[in-house]
């Protein structure tokens, strides 16, 4: 059974910084690609980074630069997605999934967790 878990969303005000965990279950870490992605309301799924198994990150969507980074902890199973200088517009939910490839959706999907950017 795979499982894809996200956490650490939440309210945060604009400028600050969040970190959200995704826990994988199921599949080895250390042999996957795992990608952050993120769909806020009557938009498209933007695929936000990626990170394959010798941490080098696939991806990097140009709204994330300078702000968001990707990180992984094989032996927790754990993909991070550090957000810093967080703007409204980033408000959206927020899903790890794998296999992060280029030219498809990814396999397994998390069930999402909300970041909501607001004063």
């Known amino acids: 059974q795979v499982q894809l878990v996200e956490s650490g969303g939440g309210l945060v005000q604009p400028g600050g910084s969040l970190r959200l965990s995704c826990t994988v279950s199921g599949l080895p870490l250390d042999l996957w690609a795992i990608g952050w992605f993120r769909q806020a309301p009557g938009k498209e799924r933007e695929k936000l980074l990626c990170i394959k198994n010798d941490d080098a990150p696939t991806y990097q969507a140009n709204s994330t630069k300078g702000r968001f980074t990707i990180s992984r902890d094989n032996a927790k199973s754990t993909v991070y997605l550090q957000m810093n200088n967080v703007k409204p517009d980033d408000t959206a939910e927020y899903y790890c999934?794998?296999?992060?490839?280029?030219?498809?959706?990814?396999?397994?999907w998390g069930q999402g967790t909300q970041v909501t950017v607001s004063s």
């Open positions: 999934a794998a296999d992060c490839q280029a030219g498809r959706a990814p396999f397994y």
